[in-house]
């Protein structure tokens, strides 16, 4: 094989094709790789479940243990398929974005807060703690929860739950349209979680892992943070519109791969249950795209499993480490936009602090955020 090497870097000098003094870097020692044997991931399409017609906590509760319940034998039969298929055992599983109660809707945030949202060591984390255990994977999920510390309030989560039954990942959502964010609430949230606690990176056996939550996959900056912090596989949890165009999404996912070199995994519903909009409005094209941003396998319509792939970490990890042109993470020059990035001109923080006290928005409160931004960004000729 050495041999072999050798004849065509002779051949390729003899070309032209090489120059002579890259010739000599070319056989040095490269830096060291190491990286776990190639594994399979899944992006597990599955119906999440609305809880707008239950009444108490109790019974959202009693739904979601039923809802894992009813997964755990799905996922196990999808992992052995799946390694009977392609050979590489299954390690990372990605759900799908609120699998386990759906979106809010018209629901009052501190109503929906109380109602659904998961405490931090609650049962519904234990439920699908217990499900990872027993099914020996790495599990990511999304799903909202509540924090003691901002009474009133939800964030919407992406986890990462290991074999072991241990969260090694949680992420909230930093980019919402209509639900309360870390950012809003910036300063507390950066005092009690630190930076580390914004942008986490599960250093895990399976590689670095990191979350995306839902149309966060369309902003560049949020991949980005993660992938300067080392993540090189994002589990993206996602509830949208399927469709046999190229969809603002499916555009970003390749994108978000190509420019970290990074694979994502993606989980979209398969519709959406117990609610009156039809069930399968938000369905289908879960994927999996590789470090370049190739698509290797993506579902079509309702509950499947059909996107799998297996994620070479060894081949990831060479190509970060070769000085070149498609080498676009090391590539960055970060301090060229850190000014432009300083300035708070477009959404503020801290829209829900008052006086170092946290304040529960009402449902407009956001859309009035939102144009109150556009009409400053106009005033101001940005826009």
Do not use: C
């Not at 041999?3 to 070309?15: K, Y």
Request: hydrophobic letters at 45%; charged letters at 20%.
């Amino acid at each position: 094989m050495e041999l072999n090497r050798r004849h065509a870097l002779a051949a390729a000098l003899a070309s032209g094709a090489i120059l002579p003094e890259g010739l000599a870097a070319m056989e040095e020692d490269k830096l060291p790789v190491n990286a776990p044997a190639p594994f399979a991931a899944v992006a597990m399409q599955l119906t999440a479940r609305s809880v707008e017609r239950l009444k108490t906590r109790a019974e959202v509760t009693a739904q979601v243990e039923d809802h894992v319940a009813a997964i755990t034998p799905q996922i196990r039969a999808a992992t052995i398929f799946i390694q009977q298929y392609g050979g590489a055992p299954v390690k990372l599983a990605v759900l799908p974005e609120y699998l386990f109660t759906s979106y809010p809707g018209r629901i009052g945030i501190s109503e929906f807060a109380d109602l659904a949202a998961f405490d931090i060591d609650g049962p519904e984390y234990a439920a699908i703690a217990a499900m990872a255990m027993e099914l020996k994977l790495f599990v990511a999920g999304n799903a909202y929860e509540r924090d003691k510390n901002f009474p009133g309030l939800y964030f919407q989560a992406s986890f990462v739950i290991d074999p072991a039954g241990k969260t090694v990942l949680r992420y909230r959502r930093l980019n919402s349209m209509f639900a309360p964010t870390p950012h809003d609430v910036w300063s507390k949230y950066l005092d009690l979680y630190g930076l580390d606690g914004v942008f986490p990176v599960a250093r895990t056996a399976i590689g670095n892992l990191a979350a995306i939550a839902s149309e966060e996959i369309l902003y560049p900056e949020i991949a980005r943070a993660h992938a300067l912090r080392g993540a090189e596989i994002f589990v993206h949890s996602s509830s949208e519109i399927g469709s046999p165009l190229a969809t603002p999404k499916a555009i970003a996912k390749r994108a978000r791969a190509m420019e970290n070199l990074a694979y994502v995994v993606s989980a979209n519903t398969a519709g959406i249950g117990g609610t009156v909009m039809p069930l399968a409005s938000a369905d289908g094209n879960s994927l999996v795209v590789d470090w370049k941003g190739n698509v290797l396998s993506e579902a079509n319509n309702g509950e499947t499993f059909t996107a799998f792939a297996d994620i070479d970490l060894h081949a990831l990890r060479s190509a970060r480490r070769k000085p070149g042109m498609t080498n676009f993470l090391s590539r960055q020059r970060t301090g060229l936009f850190a000014a432009a990035y300083a300035g708070e001109t477009h959404q503020r923080a801290d829209g829900l602090m008052k006086d170092g006290a946290v304040t529960v928005p009402d449902r407009d409160y956001f859309k009035r955020t939102s144009e109150s931004v556009i009409e400053r960004l106009a005033k101001d000729g940005l826009i």
